[in-house]
């Protein structure tokens, strides 16, 4: 359920993977969906990042299920803790499990070096949403799990014990309920997660969220993302404003994820801004602490456009088949009934890609108070991937985060408007580099 960076070690090995490209060689033969389970065979291997489903049993309850159906398939799994780092590796040898979700650091456009296509983007958009984020020149490569609408998970009580009952509709609106809460409360308004690195990456997937623009991923291939009103510099303001005040925790060299989960359900943080998926695991943790798992709610980005709030769809990890298996079939059974039939989206409180499904119940307060669902335009998602490796911002890495928090809170050189132009002067250089 992470969106990890690389770690140094994936750094190390990038140019030996982009010489590489996947091994020794490459099947281009495609995952093709079987008519008849009975004579689908094979053992496979699933690469995941849920090291806690696997350990607790609920994978292997989706393979018995699964086994209901595909009764001559043999289905194991690996849980990877570090899962970007370690499978960014393998991906150097043929030896990348036969279903893998897609790492985030893989380009869109080296999805064809890896993976086999699943169909054209025409036959498989007919049943599925999000189609677009696994295609390369019109054909698949990866389904998305399910899309994260994005907000703010906060624990409801807390904030209406500072007084703060209505979902704020500005930046500065929601940083003077953070001083609330910690005023009147004593919690910490807001936490960053900055240790663990992977939670400041989703702070990306607000963008679109601000200015309620399907193409704001697009404009960001001819244009400045960090421009006075433009998403990015919103989003970036509010989160370096809410670490300035000191509304934030008080060292974020020692958060910790695990631990966070704890502290939101028991009223001692307020909020973090995650994806829906992270819901249901908060109110898990409350009810395990004795607390009511009611109280954990979920609020838009504080920024409305015509009287509405807008969160983005964001999707999750996409299941694709190794280009390499030698059980494609197998793996192309287990994804397609992982994804239409096993319930996992919903169960994480994530929108399924089946266009058929209904939405979450997480999501209901979103739609009773009219918030608008959007999804981004993802035609120049290639090209923006260019113009991010060019520039070594890492808009989906959390290191340019943590050197915002770091001004912000004093423990580097520099303020607001010297980031920001930082940003917008190394974005400038990696357009002109990918032209």
């Not at 989706?62 to 289905?75: E, L, M, S, T």
């Not at 936490?191 to 193409?215: E, Q």
């Not at 829906?276 to 395990?288: F, G, K, N």
């Not at 299941?319 to 397609?336: E, F, G, Q, T």
Request: proline share 6%; glycine share 8%.
């Amino acid at each position: 359920m992470r969106r990890l960076a690389l770690t140094g070690l994936a750094l190390a090995v990038t140019a030996a993977l982009a010489a590489a490209c996947g091994g020794s060689g490459r099947s281009t033969a495609p995952a093709t969906a079987a008519s008849d389970p009975s004579k689908v065979s094979g053992e496979i291997t699933v690469l995941t990042n849920r090291t806690d489903l696997v350990n607790d049993g609920t994978m292997k309850k989706y393979a018995d299920d699964f086994a209901k159906v595909y009764p001559g398939v043999q289905v194991k799994f690996e849980a990877i803790t570090d899962y970007e780092g370690e499978v960014k590796i393998r991906m150097n040898t043929e030896n990348y499990g036969d279903v893998l979700l897609i790492p985030n650091n893989i380009a869109k456009g080296d999805y064809p070096k890896f993976f086999a296509p699943l169909g054209s983007a025409a036959e498989l958009s007919q049943k599925y949403k999000f189609i677009q984020s696994g295609t390369v020149k019109d054909q698949v490569y990866g389904i998305v799990s399910f899309a994260s609408a994005n907000g703010f998970v906060y624990n409801k009580d807390l904030w209406a014990k500072a007084g703060v009952t209505d979902w704020p509709k500005t930046p500065e609106e929601f940083l003077a309920g953070l001083k609330a809460v910690k005023d009147k409360t004593g919690a910490t308004p807001l936490y960053t997660n900055y240790k663990d690195g992977w939670p400041l990456t989703n702070w990306t997937n607000a963008n679109g969220s601000v200015t309620c623009d399907t193409k704001a991923e697009a404009a960001m291939a001819t244009g400045d993302p960090w421009a006075p009103g433009k998403d990015l510099n919103v989003i970036d303001s509010l989160l370096f404003n809410a670490v300035h005040q000191q509304l934030t925790e008080k060292d974020p060299t020692t958060t910790n994820w695990e631990d966070s989960k704890k502290f939101i359900a028991t009223g001692k943080i307020g909020a973090m801004w995650l994806g829906s998926w992270a819901i249901p695991q908060m109110r898990a943790a409350a009810t395990t602490a004795g607390q009511s798992p009611d109280s954990i709610a979920f609020m838009p980005f504080p920024s409305q456009v015509g009287g509405s709030f807008c969160s983005v769809l964001n999707p999750d990890y996409q299941y694709a088949v190794n280009s390499h298996s030698p059980n494609k079939a197998a793996a192309r059974a287990w994804l397609d009934w992982f994804v239409d039939k096993s319930g996992f989206s919903a169960t994480n409180q994530g929108v399924s890609p089946v266009k058929s499904d209904p939405l979450p119940s997480a999501l209901k307060p979103y739609s009773d108070a009219g918030v608008k669902l959007i999804e981004l335009e993802t035609d120049q998602r290639i090209l923006v991937d260019t113009i991010d490796k060019e520039s070594e911002v890492g808009i989906k890495a959390p290191d340019y985060r943590q050197k915002l928090i770091d001004v912000a809170r004093g423990a580097a050189k520099g303020d607001l408007n010297s980031v920001l132009a930082d940003l917008s002067a190394r974005w400038k250089a990696g357009r002109q580099a990918a032209a």
